[in-house]
């Protein structure tokens, strides 16, 4: 399928999402967050993909929703339209089942940093900027900026972000625990394709629930996430590649996963 802004590829059971609107900054107008539905909804229904790698230009990441799509949008039209949510992309990836890393350099900032937020971790290129600088344009994060910033590094430096605007480089997001890792922005690609394709390697199964666990841990009291955690534990031992994985170790051999 043609996108128009959005490079679409696969390398083995990986697949690579990457934003492409570099006079724009990457803003992530609705017909770029609508592909990126499209694709994203495509890898979910392909056996061959394991895991998807969410990808940027050198400048920018995305330098947020797309502000000039909001110069002359009212209130009502907002509500009506859920804008931008409207766009399937944002809501295909809330729910989505594969894991998705986030690689980013530049700037990262409003939507893009939620959207990088919405994925599973984000590996940061030493260039890579974050910040909700909303505020500045007298509007606020609308796509989980205060809520995933807050869970990622807390109430203080949240608050201090979102309400100044001020942007972070990857150091500091790094030490707040914003990003998994940091690597030279001439590596970041390399790194985080090698880190997805290490996810794919395993077992879809085991790395699905590994996620939902994880995730509910943000929703549930820990006596009811432990429960999850356990009940998903034992779910694992109906799966033919339980019997591989654990077969392969006693064996001395590398594990030939089949997701069933
Ligand atoms: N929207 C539209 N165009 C943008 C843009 C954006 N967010 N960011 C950059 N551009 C465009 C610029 O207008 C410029 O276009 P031309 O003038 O060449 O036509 C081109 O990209 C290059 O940008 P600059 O000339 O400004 O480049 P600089 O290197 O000087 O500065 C910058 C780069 C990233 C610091 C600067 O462009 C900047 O501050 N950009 C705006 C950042 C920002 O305020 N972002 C937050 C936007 S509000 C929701 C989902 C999402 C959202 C809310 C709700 N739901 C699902 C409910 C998100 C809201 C936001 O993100």
């Known amino acids: 399928m043609g996108y128009e802004y959005i490079v679409v590829s696969t390398h083995g059971s990986v697949g690579e999402i990457n934003l492409n609107r570099p006079d724009a900054m990457n803003a992530l107008c609705a017909g770029l967050m609508e ?41 009502v039209e907002a509500i009506q339209d859920d804008f931008p949510f409207s766009a399937s992309g944002w809501t295909v990836l809330k729910d989505y089942r594969k894991p ?43 796509a989980g900026g205060t809520q ?8 203080a430096r949240a608050m201090e972000l979102c309400l100044t605007g001020r942007l972070m480089d990857a150091e500091e997001a ?8 940091t690597t030279s922005a001439g590596r970041l690609h390399a790194d985080a394709l090698a880190t ?5 390697a395993h077992s879809s199964t085991s790395t699905q629930l590994i996620k939902e666990s994880i995730n509910q841990a943000f929703e549930m009291p820990l006596s009811s996430g432990l429960l999850f955690e ?9 799966t033919e590649d339980r019997t591989e994985g654990v077969n392969a170790f006693i064996e001395k051999r590398p594990p030939a996963f089949r997701n069933r």
Not at 68 to 74: E, F, G, P
């Open 100 to 142: 998705v890393v986030a690689a980013v350099a530049g700037y990262c900032l409003g939507g893009g940093c939620e959207l990088a937020m919405s994925c599973d971790f984000i590996v940061a290129a030493d260039t890579a900027r974050f910040g909700q600088p909303e505020v500045k344009l007298a509007i606020m994060p609308g």
């Open 230 to 238: 356990r009940r998903m534990f034992q779910t694992c031992f109906a």
């Open 148 to 155: 995933r910033m807050a869970r990622a590094v807390g109430k």
């Open 174 to 181: 790094l030490q707040a625990g914003l990003v998994a890792y």
């Open 196 to 200: 997805a394709q290490r996810i794919a």
């Open 35 to 75: 592909e990126v539905g499209t694709a994203l909804t495509a890898f979910a229904a392909d056996d061959t993909i394991n895991a998807v790698l969410i990808t940027g230009g050198e400048k920018a990441f995305a330098a947020g929703a797309d502000i000039k799509d909001m110069a002359h949008l009212n209130c």
